[in-house]
């Protein structure tokens, strides 16, 4: 257990009672504010195809190549020879000895430089590694993950001092695990209420709070923490980052969290009970540590879409090979249209969902393009289209689908763990930004041209003045702006014919309907704005249609020019386009459904039943039932203090 301290200084840390614009402008001021390279997404979804920002398709450099893979080729090896995937599964921990196989290999350190002891591969391979280990074990594929793309290593090397590189980086390279601690117990997705307080004591910050799912927490070294900093005389205050030793006095995992997935997964709830953490182990100034968050999660968030795409191979692999010798009504079940039409989407899926992931991380290795939406949009629609896939596979599979793997063992058949990909791919849909926080982040950025110009006349705080002054600015640039969305290359029946090359299926017409839609998207985001202006923010439905659109649009893009590239690497590229062409031909669809429910949906209605189950005018409805649920509150007590509770803390060795 964690002792009492003796007096320090201390905060409440309960949290803070903010208003919704109050919460709102703190996530404001933490995003980057500026576009200082183009984006490919952010275009888009301006009405502006630049079809010329991803293509030709960058590639990585030889070299980068060559040590990728070899690395790749090492990996894959141990997962083969080292990782029991069922062991995992069934005693819900992965054994001391292969985390330390992956330390020897280099796993904890494939993202930071070699000067620091690391592997230094680019972000096209950390995925491509991400995908395969994960593919033997989920819960390796986030353990690594979460150390690396939104643990220490990360933060420390776009914002830490030279000296905290050369103090941490080696460790977290071979020996050390991170984890990410930010979400509390009343805290989520709502940083403004964030109660983990440090406050300053010489040269010294004390932390007092609890965080709660606490990814890697378990068994970490070393933590990235943030807590808030109080405002005081030569102190900005705010939220703020730190690397803190996980065996630090006052620290305490009160308990190791079990999930419906993903049981190998060390996430547990951590104490803070007046821990000493030196002011060099501060991150960046203080109040800088959502911008720290926020930006680290730019390309952190590829992460977990690379591993959804390791899924998808999966589902297809398992879906091919069982389809094909179980038969039904005198045909394997892969020949019946409504099973076949499962297979085509996952394949389809699988090829689109892989063409996003190689895109972006390559985009980002060359740092020409400001991918922060394209991240996002993959995280989106690779966490969404995962949990799909694993959907139609455990339908595929039928009662065998929903069995377990052990349990397929002991009666003499194969043992496929369908049902676990399901449980595993579902927090996918929550991890790193719920599919509802994605919407309302990638919307943000999506408008943020039309705030830029025009933000003041909807705000109504702005003065008369201001909104004024707005008005003028935003006549002059949809004067310019609008007119170009009338028309484009889009309705050329030539344009894009790079495209349909001889003998291959044509992608240029579905280019064309990317440009089209591109147009039609930014068109009705306007008229919304004009429609509902400062209400727009609250339009949560109507925004995200708008970014799933976006995200459909990008992945045709991202499918098609990575067909070309195959085409011309000579590397499948006939049967390249034919999955590109299949996969936007079902977008499209989706597309096409989207739009309609842009302005057709049950929104209005939505709102007012919502009303009356809040105020209890539905209860009658819930008759007839027993609730299972267990006694206690809703939201876990996190009242500073020592801890009651045996420390779980549990160092690898």
Not at 169 to 197: K, N, Q, W, Y
Not at 261 to 272: C, D, K, P, Q, Y
């Amino acid at each position: 257990m964690s002792a009492p301290s003796a007096q320090r200084p201390s905060a409440q840390t309960h949290p803070p009672k903010v208003t919704e614009r109050e919460a709102r402008q703190v996530a404001e001021d933490a995003r980057e504010q500026d576009w200082r390279k183009p984006s490919f997404a952010k275009e888009l979804f301006l009405g502006r195809f630049r079809l010329d920002l991803i293509h030709p398709h960058p590639l990585p450099a030889a070299e980068d190549v060559r040590r990728g893979e070899e690395f790749l080729a090492r990996l894959r090896q141990f997962c083969e020879t080292r990782i029991d995937g069922a062991l995992i599964e069934r005693e819900a921990r992965i054994p001391d000895e292969v985390v330390n196989g992956l330390k020897e290999l280099g796993a904890l350190g494939m993202k930071i430089d070699v000067k620091y002891g690391g592997l230094g591969l680019t972000q096209v391979y950390y995925n491509k590694a991400l995908a395969l280990v994960g593919s033997a074990s989920p819960a390796i594929g986030a353990l690594l993950s979460a150390h690396q793309s939104i643990g220490v290593p990360q933060p420390l090397k776009i914002f830490g001092s030279q000296e905290q590189k050369d103090t941490f980086l080696p460790r977290l390279a071979r020996t050390d695990i991170s984890a990410f601690l930010l979400t509390e117990p009343d805290v989520g997705s709502d940083p403004a209420r964030l109660a983990t307080s440090a406050v300053r004591d010489g040269d010294d910050y004390i932390l007092d709070g609890v965080k709660l799912w606490t990814t890697n927490g378990v068994v970490a070294d070393l933590l990235v923490v943030m807590a808030r900093v109080p405002k005081s005389e030569g102190h900005k205050g705010g939220i703020t980052a730190f690397v803190v030793e996980a065996d630090a006095p006052g620290i305490t995992v009160e308990h190791r969290n079990a999930f419906m997935g993903l049981r190998g997964l060390e996430n547990g709830v951590t104490r803070f009970h007046q821990v000493r953490v030196p002011a060099a182990n501060r991150i960046g100034p203080e109040g800088a540590g959502l911008k720290i968050a926020l930006t680290t999660l730019n390309t952190g968030r590829l992460s977990l879409p690379a591993m959804c795409v390791g899924s998808g191979k999966w589902c297809l692999k398992i879906a091919r090979e069982w389809s094909a010798v179980r038969e039904q009504w005198g045909r394997p079940v892969a020949r019946h249209e409504a099973v076949g039409a499962k297979i085509s989407f996952i394949a389809a899926t699988t090829f689109a969902l892989e063409a996003v992931v190689d895109l972006s991380s390559q985009m980002a290795d060359e740092d020409r393009n400001d991918i922060r939406i394209e991240a996002a949009l993959a995280k989106l629609y690779g966490s969404e289209m995962g949990c799909l896939m694993a959907d139609e596979l455990v339908q595929i599979r039928g009662g065998r689908g929903f069995e377990t793997a052990d349990s397929l063992a002991a009666r003499g058949e194969r043992a496929v763990p369908a049902e676990q990909m399901l449980r595993d791919m579902r927090i996918n849909r929550i991890f790193e930004g719920s599919t509802e926080i994605m919407h309302l982040l990638i919307a943000r950025e999506a408008v943020d041209a039309h705030l830029k110009v025009a933000g003041d006349i909807i705000d109504p705080d702005k003065p008369l003045s201001a909104k004024a002054r707005a008005g003028a600015n935003a006549a002059g640039f949809y004067a310019k702006w609008l007119p170009k969305l009338v028309a484009g290359p889009g309705q050329l029946p030539g344009a894009y014919g790079d495209f349909h090359p001889s003998g291959h299926a044509d992608l240029s017409g579905h280019l064309r309907y990317v440009e089209r839609a591109s147009r039609k998207l930014a068109r009705s985001t306007f008229y919304a704005m004009s429609r509902w202006q400062g209400r727009m923010e609250t339009k949560q439905g109507f925004l995200g249609r708008i970014v799933d659109i976006g995200a459909e649009l990008f992945a045709m893009s991202a499918a098609c020019v990575r067909a070309e590239l195959l085409r011309t690497e000579g590397d499948h590229g006939r049967e390249a386009y034919q999955l590109a062409d299949t996969f936007c031909r079902q977008s499209r669809i989706r597309v096409e459904e989207l739009f309609t429910r842009l302005w057709s949906n049950t929104d209005d209605l939505d709102r007012r039943v919502v009303d009356g189950v809040l105020s209890g005018t539905y209860t009658w409805l819930e008759d007839g039932i027993i609730d299972p649920s267990g006694d206690g509150p809703w939201i876990a007590d996190a009242t500073p203090g020592p801890s009651v509770r045996e420390n779980a803390h549990r160092p690898i060795r």
